[in-house]
């Protein structure tokens, strides 16, 4: 997945301009419909409310509730007043260009008269005391609210009437309808959010803990200043549009500190991200101690500083949990696998040896960057070392998602084996190794009650792939990386799900150069190759080239359905935890809108240029909370409203 010369990505002609106009066959409210929460403005209320006035409403909630249970009618009282301040605008009404935003933007955010109050020095949050990370996540949000003191870029006062003198916002009653809800894939993540332009009392309703969670970084967002203010008026209904919105970290060629991993989990809640997709191990260094197969770690990690132990696994796995963020841990297999040598030589071929010999054509090279290796399916002694690996790994990780990688099989340093090439001697053929090997490690993984994810090349690479009859959709998740939505689009088709980590758009690490210590390609005098930085998967991609992607596009309402959400992803040999934070952020925060309530209007129009003062906010904020994002303008340009932009196109 890295290296330039062995990966022709083509051009795709510019997107059309279609709004994606929801994605059937979500099941984000599937509980929600059954207590009567409202799951989307289709709801009877919310259409009655576009043809009535407030008493009409009244009247029509009072007859909606004699019918239903005790549970139904708190629940309906609670929205109550939600629903009549969003009848005093558009309910899909954007965001005040005040400074007070809330990112991602939410699916529908009103706030007809915008107007803050104080928050009370006194402020208080009821909510279920039997859930550990929900209850954690409260102290941590009630904490915030009354410290984080936050200064807009913008001043707010100028947009939005403050009275101090009105009651402050005294409590949050928080209420849940599933405590039980794991943190899954699909797991529902909405929530109502109302603050009375009274003061006093706020609600947040959630399906489960992990949307409670959504709606307190909400909350979190409508209070600023110091003394602290809040949005009143306000009422938020919100759900992501996809399930799987993540972020890849491989931390094998450079090496991560937990407290890095940790910071990078809380700012991706912070964005409403909920996967952290832990890219391991690699040729380079093999980091995770496991109790079974120690060695690899102690003979394969950089060394003991640079290793990660079942406590720490199990510290970022409970973070995680508290944070809303699921942890998906991939043991790339059978190549990503030099590291592996340094315990047991005799079960990697090519280990160790240069990557592209001299003379050697690139299609005959032992790897497509330097790292050689990979798991000899001949062997017997793989499957015994490889079990071990993925009993302790599904241990260590409860997450149901197990990511088992596949990709890049490079034929040359298979080729170099004796034993391979006795096999193709004989008559056999590179594929038949990846179809031995995966058909002794997938049905073991499935037994572990996991879903195996691997990257696209297992089914799709031009020369070393497996037959689709052994990858049953069912138990089979595609992650893909390559030709955009061409690759989506043959995934979706043969009935796969999938996660789109297109390298043209998701790839954080693009545009920084290449590694390679003696490349001539820079010893120019006229300037180097300025259309990609050096890079095999340049140019840089910006937050609007991120923001931008439409991940269905071009598919059917049915293979849309199997797209399951996205990912961007950090390859490490250029980055290490002294650039993580801004090689990741704000840019992330461009993947986390587009996925959470998309990237369009509610006119069907692309809102990048709508975004990017929001994103300036966001960023402010986020810095001020520890993460060490890039700017994206100079601050002139939001304190200049307008003046940054163009009117004219650049050809």
């Given amino acids: ?241 996809f399930g799987h919105r993540g972020v890849m970290l491989d931390t094998s060629r450079n090496f991560y500190g937990v407290e890095d991993i940790l910071r990078t989990i809380e700012a991706m809640s912070a964005n409403k991200l909920n996967v952290f997709h832990w890219h391991i191990t690699d040729s380079h260094s093999f980091p995770l101690l496991l109790p079974s197969e120690p060695d690899l770690a102690s003979k394969g990690s950089y060394g003991s500083a640079m290793q990660y132990s079942p406590a720490d696994v199990t510290k970022i796995v409970e973070f995680g949990l508290e944070h809303a963020v699921r942890v998906v841990p991939e043991i790339d297999a059978p190549g990503h696998t030099g590291s592996w040598a340094e315990a047991y030589p005799e079960i990697v071929t090519c280990a160790n040896m240069f990557w592209w010999p001299d003379g050697v054509d690139w299609a005959d090279r032992l790897a497509s960057e330097p790292g050689t290796g990979h798991l000899n399916p001949l062997n017997p002694k793989t499957y015994q070392v490889l079990k071990n690996v993925i009993h302790d790994v599904s241990t260590l990780f409860p997450e149901p998602f197990f990511h088992a990688g596949a990709d890049e099989i490079i034929p040359g340093c298979w080729k170099a084996d004796p034993t391979i090439q006795s096999f193709l001697s004989k008559g056999g053929t590179l594929s038949e190794l990846l179809d031995l090997f995966v058909n002794s490690t997938f049905p073991y993984i499935v037994s572990l009650n996991r879903t195996v994810v691997y990257w696209e090349d297992v089914l799709l690479d031009d020369n070393v792939k497996v037959q689709a009859t052994i990858l049953p959709p069912e138990h089979t998740i595609l992650q893909t990386w390559n030709n955009g939505h061409n690759n989506t689009k043959r995934i979706v088709s043969s009935g796969y799900r999938v996660i789109v980590s297109s390298s043209e758009f998701y790839y954080l690490d693009c545009g920084h150069g290449d590694f390679l210590g003696n490349d001539s390609l820079y010893d120019q005098q006229t300037g180097s190759d300025t259309g990609n930085g050096g890079s095999w998967c340049g140019p840089f991609k910006t937050w609007q080239t991120i923001y931008n992607y439409d991940i269905t596009y071009g598919l059917t309402e049915d293979e849309a359905k199997l797209v399951l959400g996205g990912e961007v992803a950090l390859w490490s040999e250029q980055a290490d935890p002294t650039v993580l934070d801004a090689r990741i952020w704000p840019r992330t925060s461009a993947l986390a809108e587009s996925l959470w309530s998309g990237n369009r209007d509610a006119m069907g129009m692309k809102r990048y240029a709508e975004a990017t003062d929001r994103l300036n906010e966001w960023r402010s904020r986020i810095v001020a909370r520890g993460v060490r994002a890039e700017p994206i303008q100079p601050l002139w340009c939001i304190r200049n409203p307008g003046m940054c932009n163009t009117v004219n196109s650049f050809g």
Avoid: C
């Fill in 1 to 241: 997945m890295l290296n330039g010369k062995r990966q022709i990505i083509t051009q795709h002609n510019k997107l059309a301009n279609k709004e994606r106009n929801g994605r059937a066959g979500r099941k984000e409210h599937s509980g929600s419909v059954r207590l009567g929460l409202p799951p989307s403005p289709s709801w009877a209320p919310y259409k009655y409310l576009r043809q009535s006035n407030q008493v009409s409403l009244l009247k029509f909630l009072a007859s909606y509730s004699t019918s239903t249970s005790t549970t139904m009618q708190i629940l309906i009282v609670i929205l109550l007043m939600g629903l009549l301040l969003a009848s005093a605008a558009p309910f899909s009404s954007s965001q005040s260009d005040s400074g007070v935003n809330v990112w991602p933007k939410p699916r529908n955010f009103s706030w007809p008269q915008p107007q803050a109050h104080l928050l009370s020095p006194n402020f208080a949050i009821t909510s279920p005391a039997n859930h550990k990370y929900l209850s954690s996540a409260v102290k941590r949000y009630h904490q915030l609210l009354l410290s984080e003191h936050h200064r807009p870029l913008v001043n707010p006062s100028s947009s939005v009437r403050i009275n101090t003198s009105a009651p402050p916002l005294l409590t949050l009653s928080l209420t849940v309808a599933d405590l039980a809800a794991p943190l899954h894939h699909g797991v529902d993540e909405s929530y109502t959010l109302t603050i009375p332009i009274t003061g006093g009392a706020a609600n947040l309703w959630a399906q489960t803990a992990w949307g409670a969670m959504r709606g307190l970084e909400t909350l979190s967002q409508l209070v600023w200043g110091d003394p602290s203010l809040v949005a009143v008026g306000v009422y938020v209904w919100d759900s992501p549009l």
